[in-house]
């Protein structure tokens, strides 16, 4: 065996044993991944169903069937979906033919295998022989080949559920596993050992040629490198603080932190989107697509997410900016570069791994049932807006730097010296020519140092105080527009709309709080709620206080002396509840009024609405079916029912729904009836509040004389009649035969007691006689008592009464 060929045999078998550890590295961190997603799901569900847990008898199977879930979840980052087939005895699928696919990235279990992946590569490499660049891309790809193999091998199984007449299976191959498997292990393994390459001692550099397309795609990697570094340092920001939130307003936080850290780069990737301005769109079956944005009602402080882009923004500017050399203008001709890249990478992540959708079918015996869909995703639109907002860092690279170099020249060489700490391309050879292009643009003859500051004329310097005169005119005008858009949004608040809304009924503007708050009863209930039923009220409430409830109240059990409105049904954007305390008739009272945030009034300014109005049932009692008024509303009552709670006193009761005041009550004015009146109190019911009739109707003597005088014409009236019962009359005999009359005469008439509780009224102790002749001319004679129960009417001043 010569030499060369014991060197190639050796070079092979530590390219084989190199990319055999890479991969089984790899393999491992991926299994952890998958095993670390289980226990986060594990959690989740066990949260959500508390009861379901695993007996002992089934802990080997159980055992089983994790291992599956976990070899499952281990493929899932490199695969983005996961399919769902459920299908029961008779052919009913419950998913159709192309089964229900969940596409979802786990963004931070595929950066952890990329993380190690990276990390082995570059620790084998140091520790192993140059093998040049060949070498590396020969054994990134054979490590990457075998992952993806072996990801082929855990992915193939799946995962099959058997129950009594239905089967589930679960697996998460994709036609994306083996490329993205492939792809992913071997760009990380190669950036790996290329990073451990350039530093070994004595590696001959290779000098790209001046201005050739290399060094413009390095300077371009550079420049791209900063701007993602520093939104990167925005984006975990942005994502600690929403993780935050999430376990703080989260019911059970041991059991959220894990399912949060699984979704960190997410939520970090989503919060960065919302403070470029952009937005997530929602869309859910059978429902209305909705869009979330900074401006959002349901993320009240999402706009705070502008703060740390727009520092990004501005220090990525700068960091590229002092690299490169003072111009006029702005170079057209690679200005699109960074944008393009911005455009190109966000379209991947938008597009690809961002998105989590959920989509299917449902069929039964070959018949579809319908689609489903749901989905969560960056809108269309967003990779555009990042181009944008790296346009705007190319503008700010070109306008910063001279400015920053003049008006602050030691922050200017400080960033200058950051930058230079940061260049890792430069790295002279023997001959001291650059191997790499420089990141900060070197002087020369025709162009000076990019940061050596200079003496300025007297132009320049009263441009300059006046460019410093403006910055602070407009730092003080954007200072003073946001304490203004603060303060005018503390009184545009919750508490601040319920108070209006509040203090309009207690001004008697009813008006005003119908615009308000729609009060949600019926139309003919509606002149209850009217600026004439407020102005009638004897007393209105006095606001006391209005706090904001912490927790949601208990809504009161339903009744009809409870309020009229139903709890207000949650839409999805932020609510709260606030307390209302008033006073009304000496006593204090209190009602829970439900908030709700809608669209802002341009872009800044919060605006509330109240949902469930301040409206309350109530009733009134009368001893008579006669019209009375209500503050400003008369209205007839019905029938007098005598079967009531109140035992021996009849009422008739008239419900209505108001706003809380007190209200007079009054019945109809006659000369038959004096009236006693008590007002109704519309507001939180207590027994003590309630009347046991508001209007009872006393019978005057005018009444009573009235009530005989028609009894006795109507006694008049039947004692005209010939017939042996006249109708309706109040006494009657038994006339045998054929064509008998019967003469009446009235001996005596009865004494007329009128009721006191209703329109009624009794005659007794009255007598009439009667004189009955037949064909044969005997006569008889007889007599009856007059006993009878009787109703009477009032029109006006006439009195009819009928007898029963």
């Given amino acids: 065996m010569t030499p060369t060929s014991t060197l190639t045999s050796a070079v092979d078998k530590n390219l084989i044993t ?38 002992a008898s089934n802990a080997a199977s159980g055992f089983e069937l994790l291992w599956q879930f976990v070899l499952l979840l281990t493929a899932l980052p490199f695969s983005g979906q996961l399919r769902l087939g459920v299908e029961s005895v008779g052919g009913f699928s419950l998913t159709g033919g192309s089964g229900l696919t969940l596409g979802l990235w786990p963004l931070a279990s595929l950066a952890f295998v990329l993380a190690v992946s990276l990390a082995t590569a570059y620790g084998l490499e140091r520790r192993g022989a140059d093998r040049g660049r060949r070498g590396r891309l020969g054994a990134a790809a054979v490590s990457s080949g075998t992952f993806a193999v072996l990801l082929l091998c855990v992915a193939a199984p799946g995962l099959r559920l058997d129950t009594p007449g239905a089967a589930a299976t679960v697996t998460a191959l994709s036609p994306a596993l083996a ?57 975990s920001l942005l994502g600690i603080i929403a993780m935050i939130l999430g ?4 019911e059970s936080p041991l059991t959220s932190v894990p399912v949060l850290l699984a979704a960190a780069p997410h939520l970090a990737l989503t919060t960065l989107i919302l403070g470029h301005l952009g937005a997530i769109a929602v869309s859910i079956p059978f429902g209305p697509s909705t869009v979330a944005s900074v401006f959002s009602p349901e993320l009240p402080y999402a706009w705070l997410a502008l703060l740390p882009v727009v520092a990004a923004t501005v220090a990525s500017a700068v960091l590229i900016g002092v690299g490169r050399p003072e111009t006029r203008f702005p170079q057209w001709s690679s200005l699109w570069r960074l944008p393009a890249a911005a455009l190109l990478v966000w379209t991947i992540l938008t597009s690809m ?9 449902a069929s039964a015996l070959g ?55 940061l260049d890792r391309e430069r790295a002279p050879a023997a001959d001291g020519s650059e191997t790499r292009p420089p990141l900060i643009a070197q002087p020369t003859a025709s162009t000076p140092p990019a940061w050596t500051a200079r003496q300025l004329g007297a132009p320049a310097r009263r441009r300059l105080r006046r460019a410093g005169a403006a910055l602070a005119i407009a730092a003080i005008i954007i200072a003073a527009t946001a304490t203004a858009v603060t303060a005018v949004n503390g009184h545009r608040g919750a508490i601040a709309e319920a108070r209006r809304y509040v203090q309009a009924i207690a001004d008697g ?79 204090t009272e209190t009602a829970v009024l439900v908030a709700e945030r809608v669209d802002n009034e341009f872009l800044v300014l919060e605006h509330w609405r109240i949902l469930t109005p301040l409206v309350f049932a109530s009733a009134v009692g009368t001893s008579h079916a006669m019209d009375l008024t209500i503050g400003a509303v008369t209205v007839t009552p019905g029938p007098v029912d005598s079967r009531t709670w109140e035992g021996s006193q009849p009422v008739s009761w008239v419900q209505f729904d108001a706003y809380p005041a007190i209200y007079p009550v009054t019945g109809t004015i006659s000369e038959f009836y004096s009236t006693s009146n008590q007002p109704v109190r519309v507001g939180t019911i207590a027994d003590d509040h309630v009347a ?61 007691t009128v009721s006191d509780t209703s329109d009624s009224f009794e005659i007794e102790g009255g007598l009439a006689t009667y004189i009955s002749a037949g064909e044969s001319g005997r006569t008889t004679k007889g007599s009856d008592t007059i006993w009878e129960q009787g109703t009477f009417t009032i029109d006006g001043e006439k009195v009819t009464v009928e007898f029963r």
């Fill in 18 to 55: 190199t990319s055999a550890l890479h991969a089984g590295a790899c393999a491992v961190a991926a299994l952890f991944s998958g095993a670390g997603l289980s226990s986060a799901l594990a959690l989740l569900l066990s949260d959500l169903a508390p009861g379901n847990q695993p007996s």
């Fill in 179 to 235: 490329p993205v498997a492939f792809t992913s292990i071997f760009l990380s393994g190669w950036l790996g050992r290329s990073l451990a390459a350039r530093g070994r001692p004595g590696r001959a550099p290779q000098t790209p040629l001046p201005g050739s397309r290399s060094r413009e795609l390095r300077l371009l990697g550079a420049e791209l490198g900063i701007y993602t570094a520093t939104l990167a340092v925005a984006g």
């Fill in 247 to 250: 376990v703080a307003q989260s």
């Fill in 353 to 361: 791994l961002l998105p989590v959708v959920l989509t299917g079918s």
């Fill in 367 to 421: 018949f579809s049932l319908g689609d489903l869909t749901i989905s969560v995703r960056p809108s269309f639109w967003t990779p555009a807006l990042f181009a944008i907002w790296a346009l705007a860092v190319e503008l700010l690279a070109w306008a910063l730097p001279p400015r920053l170099r003049i008006i602050a020249p030691r922050l200017h060489s400080r960033t200058v010296s950051l930058l230079a700490r």
């Fill in 509 to 587: 503007n009813a008006s005003l709080a119908g615009e308000l708050v729609d009060p949600n009863i019926e139309s003919a209930q509606r002149q209850y709620v009217s600026d004439e039923m407020l102005a009638a009220a004897t007393e209105r409430i006095t606001v006391l206080d209005i706090v904001e409830l912490e927790t949601a109240t208990t809504p009161a059990a339903d009744g009809w002396l409870t309020p009229s409105t139903p709890a207000a049904v949650g839409s999805g954007r932020e609510t709260k509840n606030v307390q209302v305390t008033y006073r009304l008739g000496g006593t």
């Fill in 692 to 752: 046991t009739r508001n209007v009872v109707y006393t019978p005057t003597e005018a009444l009573q004389s009235a009530v005989e005088s028609a009894v006795t014409a109507k006694i008049d009236e039947c004692a005209s009649s010939t017939a042996a019962a006249p109708v309706g009359c109040p006494f009657s005999t038994y006339a045998s035969g054929a064509n008998r009359s019967v003469n009446w005469s009235i001996a005596t008439y009865p004494t007329v």
